[in-house]
């Protein structure tokens, strides 16, 4: 299994942006296809997008398309979720994850298509 911790998190203020990182350790050496989740209080966990092992496909939510960006550098073993005119309703945890499903199973979005977590990382957007 693969290990992963994401950072960046933080206080942004509407309109704002925020670049997270998602750093894996462990069986790196295979070719995951990862995704960003994200869950606000009280709400279920929420697909955001995903990325091929590669980096040649992506995939985004209708909520955070043409918004959110996802890249990865494979030499560094980290995938990255930029954020761009956030809104107070992208407040919340974001954590990735690490499948070595097909990619049209990953890119469902379904969280039992993933086997591998991060803990989270905050994100608030408020004035």
């Known amino acids: 299994q693969v290990q992963l911790v994401e950072s960046g998190g933080g206080l942004v203020q509407p309109g704002g942006s925020l670049r997270l990182s998602c750093a894996a350790s462990g069986r790196t050496d295979s070719r995951y296809t990862m995704g960003w989740f994200r869950q606000a209080p009280g709400k279920e966990r929420e697909f955001v997008g995903v990325?091929?092992?590669?980096?040649?496909?992506?995939y985004y939510a209708d909520s955070v398309k043409g918004r959110f960006a996802i890249s990865r550098d494979n030499a560094k073993n980290t995938v990255y979720l930029q954020m761009n005119s956030l809104k107070p309703e992208d407040t919340a945890v974001y954590s990735c994850?690490?499948?070595?499903?097909?990619?049209?199973?990953?890119?469902?979005?379904?969280?039992?298509?993933?086997?591998?977590w991060g803990q989270g990382t905050q994100v608030t957007v408020s004035s």
């Open positions: 994850a690490a499948t070595q499903a097909p990619w049209a199973r990953a890119a469902s979005g379904l969280v039992r298509e993933y086997g591998s």
């Open positions: 990325i091929s092992w590669n980096g040649v496909l992506t």
